[in-house]
């Protein structure tokens, strides 16, 4: 099993849509998670981190499910901006070593 | 600042022959990474270093050295080139180093590497 995994998409929505994307992680002990944005042919760039409380910003909400091991990202009312492929990142206790997953692709469609 | 700097942009090499690719960041961070991303992989971690002459090795660290003399350099060296090599080489550092997580990397623009 991956220790990081995502659906690849691509997610195909209209504009002014809510969009979900889940990623689940394998390793118990991890402890600190991010979603990034990356752009094609880009570097990737943060998004957000995700607490355990779960933390919003603007039109993006975070949350985090220690119990079933996944991470999820919700997206509101859709721009044509927000299209780009969506990496979730996970990083474990006390270690330096840090996981991505593929990524899902968003295209946000007029 | 001028962030994560990447060199070369782009590069096309034969099969064993050797290159470095250079990475800088001028922000004093600790912690610096080599990742390649390739079709339906995502970024696989090469090596990391959580501070000047102190390196270890990631996921996928066959093929490649690197060494951390300053804070501010960490360049990739590929020993001898192979087309499995073929990828898109990202560079990135963080504030943390020894710190208990990573937290928040950026990220160069990326090498964009053909092996013949």
């Known amino acids: 099993r991956k220790e990081v995994e995502q659906d690849p998409g691509p997610f195909n929505v209209p504009e002014g849509a809510t969009v979900a994307f889940n990623c689940t992680y394998s390793?118990?002990?991890?402890?600190?998670f991010f979603w990034y944005r990356q752009d094609c042919r880009k570097e990737p760039k943060l998004l957000m981190s995700?607490?355990?409380s779960g933390n919003e910003d603007g039109r993006f909400t975070a949350q985090l499910n220690r119990a079933s091991q996944y991470i999820s990202l919700l997206i509101r009312d859709s721009k044509l901006s927000d299209s780009a492929t969506y990496l979730c990142?996970?990083?474990?206790?006390?270690?330096?070593?840090?996981?991505f997953g593929t990524g899902t692709k968003l295209q946000v469609i007029p | 600042n001028a962030g994560v700097t990447q060199t070369p942009k782009f590069q096309v090499l034969k099969t064993g022959q050797s290159m470095t690719l250079q990475c800088a960041q001028d922000?004093?961070?600790?912690?610096m990474s080599w990742y390649r991303q390739d079709p339906g992989m995502g970024l696989r971690l090469i090596h990391y270093?959580?501070?000047?002459?102190?390196?270890d090795q990631g996921e996928v660290p066959n093929g490649y050295n690197v060494s951390r003399s300053t804070t501010e350099d960490f360049p990739l060296r590929l020993l001898s080139a192979a087309p499995s090599q073929t990828s898109v080489y990202f560079c990135?550092?963080?504030?943390?180093?020894?710190?208990?997580?990573?937290?928040?990397?950026?990220f160069g623009p990326g090498t964009r590497l053909t092996v013949l």
């Open positions: 990135a550092s963080s504030p943390s180093g020894r710190a208990i997580s990573i937290n928040e990397q950026f």
């Open positions: 390793n118990s002990a991890s402890q600190s």
């Open positions: 995700v607490y355990s």
């Open positions: 990142v996970v990083n474990i206790l006390f270690s330096q070593k840090v996981t």
């Open positions: 922000m004093n961070h600790e912690y």
């Open positions: 270093s959580v501070g000047a002459g102190i390196t």
